[in-house]
């Protein structure tokens, strides 16, 4: 783990982003993920894409759970792609695998429970489409 990673995950500790984190810092694909504005297309669904303002990769692992804090446990840490369980007590889980074909090209695959307790097992290809049009919610 480089400093810059440790010096990154004790800051979002400090800001109450890794609390309940399972894991002392982001898994090595993550931090390779471009930040920005991203378009999550279901993969095999005429629905129009999801779009989101991504400021923590971590965003992308919860999908079904924002700004929930969940534990975390990475399960996979590759460069070029990570699974992360987590669990959300009393308001579901998840896996969620990122595989990485560049910093703003991804295949996003999660599954779970979500908090209303519904099942979600959904594949989406990810591309970053340029910087966020809003500021991050604090």
Known sequence: MGKGTMILAAFAAMAGLGAGVAVAAGPAALDRLGMGQWQLHEIGSADAPRQMCVHNPLQM??????????????????????????????????????TLENPNLIRLDTQGIDPLGQPFDIVYEGRRTGVCTSPPVR
């Open 61 to 98: 692992v919860q999908l079904f759970h924002p700004g929930v804090q969940c534990a975390r446990f990475t399960i996979d840490d590759a460069p070029d792609h990570a699974t992360i369980h987590y669990t959300c007590q009393g308001r579901g889980y998840g896996r969620t695998t990122i």
